[in-house]
């Protein structure tokens, strides 16, 4: 049985501040697309099989059961919960992510 994504309020401004960075930004609405389809995509597919990605590499964020989904260059942090998926935040792979949750 597939879990349900819930995207918390801090995950959808971080994709929107992507999306916008992208699109506007680096003037490549094509970029800030494929971003929002490999985003959608790999989050359906995490609901189907909630483990494919590895914890999170920094022990505090394992020890709460963070996983991390690479989209693109970017890092997806998400923990299964009660039968859900939930989103908390996206950053950019290069970012100290750490010291932002």
């Known amino acids: 049985m597939a879990s349900e994504p819930v995207i918390l309020p801090q995950a ?3 994709v929107e501040e992507i999306v916008r960075y992208l699109a506007r930004d680096l003037a490549s609405p094509s970029a800030a697309a494929r971003f929002l389809d490999e985003f959608d995509a790999k989050t359906e597919n995490v609901c189907a099989m909630p483990e494919p990605y590895p914890a999170g590499r920094l022990d505090e964020l394992a020890r709460l059961g963070f996983r991390v989904m690479p989209v693109m260059k970017y890092l997806v942090l998400y923990v299964p919960r009660d039968g859900k ?6 950053f950019h792979g290069t970012r100290d992510y750490a010291r932002l949750v």
């Not at 998926?85 to 996206?90: A, D, F, L, M, R």
């Open 12 to 14: 959808q401004r971080d």
């Open 85 to 90: 998926i939930v989103v908390s935040h996206v």
